[in-house]
Every structure is written in C-alpha cells, then in structure tokens.
C-alpha cells in the first residue's frame, strides 16, 4: 500500500461506521466482543496503525507461532492467544506480524533470514521453548517476550496460565468427587506441562489415602490412549479418575474407554485442560480447566511495551488465572 490504512478504510471493509472502528479500537464499551475481533482482524490486515507514533519507525513484533502436528488440536487454543495479541497490539499501536512455523524449535537459520528481511522492534515466541542457539540470540536482542511458555533460567519476560495451579485444580476436582486412585495422563515434557504434572503430584500429596500413577503419551495418539486403556480393562491397574494434560489427550481417552467398553463418568471419571471449543461438543460435556487466552495476549503486549519501553529491565514471568469447567465427566465415585 501507498499509505496507511485508516479507520474509514477500515470501516468501509468492515461494514460499519468510522465510529463503530474508533470505538472498536480504542477498547470503549458497546461493542460486542465478535465485532471488536472481526474489526481487530481487518485493521490489522489492512496495515492500519493507531495514530500517535509519527516520528518513529513503524513498531513491528514477529510472532513465531507454533504449527506443529504436535499441537493440531490445539490451534483453536493458538488461534485465541493470537486474537488477544492482535487486540492489544493495535490498541497500543503495534504491528503484529505473525510467522507460523512447523517445528517445536525454531530453526535458527529462520530466525536469521527474518531478521534481514524485515528489522523488528520485538520477538514474541508463541508455544515454542527456544533452543540455546535461539536463545543466545534473543539474550542479545533483549526486546522479546515468550507466551505460553517459561524460561526456567529468567532470561526472558514470559506469560502463560498459572499451570502448577490448574494442574492442582484438575486433579482436585476428581478428589473432590471421592476418587482417590487416579492417573495423569502427559504429554511432551516442556516448561508449561511440567508445572501441570507438579500441580497433579501436589494434589495427591496433600489428599490422604489418594494414590497417583503416571504415565506419557507422546502426541496423545488414539493407539497410546487404547494401550492405557486396555491396560485398566486387563485390571493391571485400577485408576477410576483421570487428568489429562490437555483437551485433545481427554477427548481421545474418553473415545478409547467407550471402544473398551468403560461408561464416562459411570465407570471412569475424565477431566481436561484448556477448554477447547471441542470440549463444549463432547456429550456429557467434558469437565476441564479454563484457560483465559484473551488474557494472556494482552499481558504479553504489555509486558512487550513495557521491554521496548526499557530493554534493560529485570525479566518479569506472568501467570493468568485459570478456572474450572464442571462439565460432565466427573461423577462422585462409589466403591462397587
């Protein structure tokens, strides 16, 4: 484009009035959440910049954002972290230029080639643990936030849910409702799902008589969730409540117990993390922890303003709330 998207370009692709986008963009109350985002989204596509930063170069943030097969079920939880970093990054009029990329740890020759395309203000890394290589790059960049993700060694401003506590919260709830034999079922090991598994260990812990059993499932494949299922069938255990560490490993073990025969809740009790949109489809709806994406976009666009602002500050880690989901999957347990 020639010039700089404005609001009544914005307007004008938007179906609505200038006011209507004035509004939209300077967060005022009246207007639905659908149309702010479907405004956000058109703006930011349009290159439409808040007014406000004449006499400084156009403020770019390069979000790497993961895409991995890994994490196919999960894009509708990507998809609402990136929808509340575009929201926020137009209010503060920020530039969010998003890279989807394929691998769980970003090649550094991406990262490289990027950087001499097109010079950012800021790195945001959006489910991806950075590499040492990465890493070390990042360190001398200095402007970079990571979002779902933590960096054990505080090098870097990080935000994601408080997973220790949903972890906890999880595995509460199946306490609650009297199981006390339960089983986590992982994913792969990074910084956030970690935590999640700290959360489950401190629950039972702190549950007397409440035993806890383990076990990892790569990518949450359909034959894993069977394996573990038929090993409870053959009575090789004898877990009656389980938390997964996500959304999608809940959805595939419920769909494993019913091949097996197992009734869920009546027989097995199921809890998940994130609240995917297919957990709202599941019948009984699936019981899980909520996970406030829109939250966790905006605190990362403003812990990002916040380290262009001074790129020397000390590394600020921050936590989201997280809520549960009752559903319908967890069912007051009864020794038969």
Request: one cysteine or more; aromatic letters at 4%; proline letters at 4%.
């Amino acid at each position: 484009m020639d010039r700089s998207a404005n609001q009544m370009d914005v307007a004008r692709a938007a179906g609505v009035s200038v006011s209507t986008v004035s509004r939209a963009l300077s967060n005022q109350p009246g207007i639905s959440e659908d149309v702010r985002l479907k405004i956000s989204k058109i703006a930011q596509e349009l290159g439409y910049r808040a007014r406000g930063d004449a006499g400084q170069a156009a403020r770019v943030i390069r979000a790497y954002v993961t895409g991995n097969a890994v994490t196919g079920g999960l894009v509708p939880f990507y998809n609402a972290i990136v929808e509340g970093l575009n929201t926020a990054a137009l209010t503060a009029g920020l530039i969010l230029e998003i890279r989807l990329i394929q691998d769980r740890i970003l090649d550094p020759r991406r990262f490289d080639r990027d950087a001499e395309e097109v010079v950012a203000a800021g790195t945001m890394l959006v489910g991806i643990d950075p590499s040492p290589e990465i890493a070390a790059r990042l360190i001398a960049q200095k402007k970079v936030v990571l979002v779902n993700t933590f960096d054990p060694e505080m090098r870097f401003d990080c935000v994601g849910p408080n997973n220790f506590y949903g972890g906890a919260l999880a595995t509460n709830m199946l306490i609650a409702a009297g199981h006390r034999s339960l089983l986590h079922v992982r994913d792969h090991l990074r910084p956030t799902t970690f935590q999640r598994h700290l959360g489950f260990q401190s629950a039972v812990a702190t549950a007397p008589g409440t035993q806890g059993m383990v076990v990892d499932a790569p990518d949450a494949t359909e034959a894993i969730m069977l394996d573990i299922v038929r090993q409870r069938k053959a009575q090789h255990t004898d877990w009656t409540g389980v938390y997964c560490v996500h959304d999608l490993a809940a959805i595939r073990l419920i769909h494993a117990l019913e091949a097996e025969g197992f009734r869920v809740p009546q027989d097995i009790s199921v809890v998940g993390f994130d609240d995917l949109p297919a957990a709202s489809m599941m019948s009984p709806r699936l019981s899980t922890v909520r996970v406030d994406c829109q939250a966790i976009g905006a605190q990362a666009i403003a812990l990002m303003l916040r380290r262009l602002g001074d790129p020397e500050a000390g590394a600020v880690q921050a936590e989201c709330g997280v809520s549960a989901v009752a559903g319908g999957t967890i069912l007051q347990f009864a020794s038969r």
